[in-house]
């Protein structure tokens, strides 16, 4: 079993940034890809962002492209999400998860996931 721990979250304003951290602790013997996800009240979980093992490809969703960057320190276990010119509608809870690299492709869909985070909250005022 792997467990993944999201950090970071809070209450920032408008334009303010703010950075996640997921950190995996257990069984880390595989190779993940590792994705964020977050889900406002009432909608769906949506994807956000994710990164390959190596850190080497790197896919976003268009409503955080070119504010947000994902990054990962393997020898930490350890994925990061800076956020940049937060907007309200980015007030979500937002999850971290992992996926066999075995398994390839399918970055966005929440179903291919197998390990996921309990979520941190962000909530971003206007």
């Known amino acids: 079993q792997v467990q993944l721990v999201e950090s970071g979250g809070g209450l920032v304003q408008a334009g303010g940034s703010l950075s996640l951290s997921c950190a995996a602790s257990g069984r880390i013997d595989s190779r993940f890809d590792m994705g964020w996800f977050r889900q406002a009240p009432g909608k769906e979980r949506e994807f956000v962002t994710a990164s390959t093992w190596s850190g080497g490809r790197t896919y976003y969703a268009d409503s955080v492209k070119g504010r947000s960057t994902i990054s990962r320190d393997n020898a930490k276990n350890t994925v990061y999400l800076q956020m940049n010119s937060l907007k309200p509608e980015d007030t979500a809870v937002y999850y971290c998860?992992?996926?066999?690299?075995?398994?390839?492709?399918?970055?966005?869909?929440?179903?291919?996931?197998?390990?996921w985070g309990q979520g941190t909250q962000v909530t971003v005022s206007s």
């Open positions: 998860a992992a996926k066999f690299s075995a398994v390839y492709g399918g970055y966005s869909n929440p179903l291919v996931y197998n390990y």
